[in-house]
């Protein structure tokens, strides 16, 4: 018998909600768009349901979309394969723009990855959103977590030399990254937010 298991809503996880929370009021106050946070919307590709963290259909930063929204919040940077999970989903669902949003950054391949959609019919931006609760509760929830004999830890500080991506071609010097959400969108250069 399979067993399915379903999102993880302990108290020990609240700050991924409070998170969640958290990307629902900055994009709130990008423009006058329809914003609801954990939505389950059919999707269109796959016939299945899928569930976005936060997705706002209307005018979003002065341009009429349907953006995608997620939130990781993880003890390190996001990877390159949240990114790749996030334009599966967002081209599923239909959106013309997906955002990632991580309190600790991003790796450089995410970045690029990222960066590389700028040309595309969907773009994938990322955004840093630091917020001030997080270390208090990542603490406690570590101070609960116990050591699994045999298990090994993966490291989520690993940090990447861009010079060692030479092959993803001329990011990050030839693409002039923007935090300003309404140029992202027009599609005048690709989404690096950092506050």
């Given at each position: 018998?399979?067993?399915?298991?379903r999102?993880?809503?302990?108290?020990?996880?609240?700050?991924?909600?409070?998170?969640?929370?958290?990307?629902?009021?900055?994009?709130?106050?990008?423009?006058?768009?329809?914003?609801?946070?954990?939505?389950?919307?059919?999707?269109?590709?796959?016939?299945?349901?899928?569930?976005?963290d936060?997705?706002?259909?209307?005018?979003?930063?002065?341009?009429?979309?349907t953006?995608?929204?997620?939130?990781?919040?993880?003890?390190?940077?996001?990877?390159i394969?949240?990114?790749?999970?996030?334009?599966?989903?967002?081209?599923?669902?239909?959106?013309?723009?997906?955002?990632?949003?991580?309190?600790?950054?991003?790796?450089?391949?995410?970045?690029?990855?990222?960066?590389?959609?700028?040309?595309?019919?969907?773009?994938?931006?990322?955004?840093?959103?630091?917020?001030?609760?997080?270390?208090?509760?990542?603490?406690?929830?570590?101070?609960?977590?116990?050591?699994?004999p045999?298990?090994?830890?993966r490291?989520?500080?690993?940090?990447?030399?861009?010079?060692?991506?030479?092959?993803?071609?001329?990011?990050?010097?030839?693409?002039?990254?923007?935090?300003?959400y309404?140029?992202?969108?027009?599609?005048?250069?690709?989404?690096?937010?950092?506050?």
């Amino acid at each position: 018998m399979r067993t399915v298991r379903r999102r993880d809503k302990s108290p020990g996880k609240q700050f991924w909600r409070k998170f969640e929370e958290e990307v629902e009021r900055a994009v709130a106050g990008l423009g006058n768009a329809d914003v609801q946070r954990d939505v389950t919307v059919p999707g269109v590709l796959s016939g299945r349901p899928r569930q976005i963290d936060v997705l706002a259909r209307g005018e979003v930063a002065g341009c009429p979309m349907t953006v995608v929204f997620e939130a990781k919040c993880y003890g390190g940077t996001v990877q390159i394969g949240k990114v790749d999970e996030l334009v599966g989903k967002a081209l599923d669902v239909a959106a013309q723009s997906a955002v990632l949003y991580s309190p600790k950054g991003f790796s450089a391949g995410a970045r690029a990855r990222a960066a590389g959609t700028q040309n595309s019919p969907l773009r994938v931006g990322v955004a840093k959103l630091e917020v001030d609760w997080l270390e208090t509760e990542s603490a406690a929830e570590h101070a609960m977590s116990r050591y699994v004999p045999g298990q090994i830890r993966r490291s989520d500080r690993v940090m990447y030399d861009i010079t060692s991506l030479s092959a993803l071609g001329p990011y990050p010097a030839d693409l002039m990254e923007t935090d300003d959400y309404g140029q992202f969108f027009r599609g005048e250069a690709p989404l690096f937010v950092s506050r």
